[in-house]
């Protein structure tokens, strides 16, 4: 059994919100959120464009990369914090559109840290049974519709796309991509970073859509400070785990939540700018995408080859985070 990365995709949508465009919603400025998050722009989808579109968009560039079609597919996951619907799941709408059918489908709820969750997952899965032999994971996530246009706060950091990946089960015996993972919760910090109302707990209703509470809150310095104790501490594991040294490391792919926590988290894993990926100034935070979006970038822009050690580390609404060594 070898199981590895046998494509990526990616997609954003068109439409661009720069900065300036933010300058005339709230009250703040280029300089501020250059400065202070890293971000110069973010796109959004258009009225019309759902979760699942934005997901079979960036999964049919991994399928072609893979060279595999929709049918081969035994398992589909799609991380996300909004999707199409509650239900049905939009693991089974993707795999509809893209042509596919009966494979195992499911959603996968864990914000900023899903797309390395659903990795994790599909590798435990495929490491059980051998009937998964392709496995398709997505991030996709239209965070503009949880958007509080009118919270300055929060407004500036986010944005809308897709990243996939197929894993691939070769029945070839050889080395697997995933050579180390460390995941984390602690739900007793939950509302650090959540969207309050729409669930069980507090139904909609014209209140809560008046109050906001259909759309991100968030205390953003103490997300901050655990984001960053949080990731460092995953990675040191991971790395101890598999017995890697950060300078063996091709390439760091953190989420990007903010340039000032990659930064954090790179310097105290001692890996210089240079070996770290870094899209957020074109993307901003784009949750459960954001490191699916990235991985696709390094591959396609030529920063991983094959047999490289990169390193995956995520944050978020949890809180949840973790680490994934990969060796692409
Ligand atoms: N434009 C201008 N000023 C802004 C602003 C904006 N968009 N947003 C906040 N400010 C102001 C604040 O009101 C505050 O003003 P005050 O001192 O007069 O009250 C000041 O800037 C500093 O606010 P603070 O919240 O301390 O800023 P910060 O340096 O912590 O940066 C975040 C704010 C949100 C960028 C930062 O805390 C962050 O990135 N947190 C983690 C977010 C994250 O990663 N979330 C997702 C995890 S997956």
Known sequence: MSIRIAGTGSYVPEKILTNADLEKLVDTNDEWIKTRTGIAERHIAADDEACSDMAVAAARQALDMAGISASELSAVIVATTTPDHIFPNTASLALDRLGGKG?????????????ISSLEAAYALMCTRSQYRYALVIGSEKLSIITNWSDRNTCVLFGDGAGAAVLENTADAGP???????????????????????????????????????????????????AVNAMTGACRTVLETAGVRAEQLKLVIPHQANIRIIQAVSQRLGVEDARVFCNIAHYGNTSAASIGICLDEAVRGGRLERGDLVLLTSFGSGLTWGAMLLKY
Do not use: W, Y
């Open 103 to 115: 494979a195992f489908c499911f959603d996968l709820s864990a914000a900023c840290s899903g797309f």
């Open 176 to 226: 697997n991509t995933i050579l180390a993972a460390d995941f984390h919760a602690d739900g007793s910090l939950g509302s650090l970073l959540t969207l309050p109302a729409g669930g069980s707990r507090q139904p909609a209703t014209a209140a809560t859509v008046a109050a906001h509470l259909h759309t991100i809150h968030m205390e953003g310095r103490e997300t901050f400070k655990h």
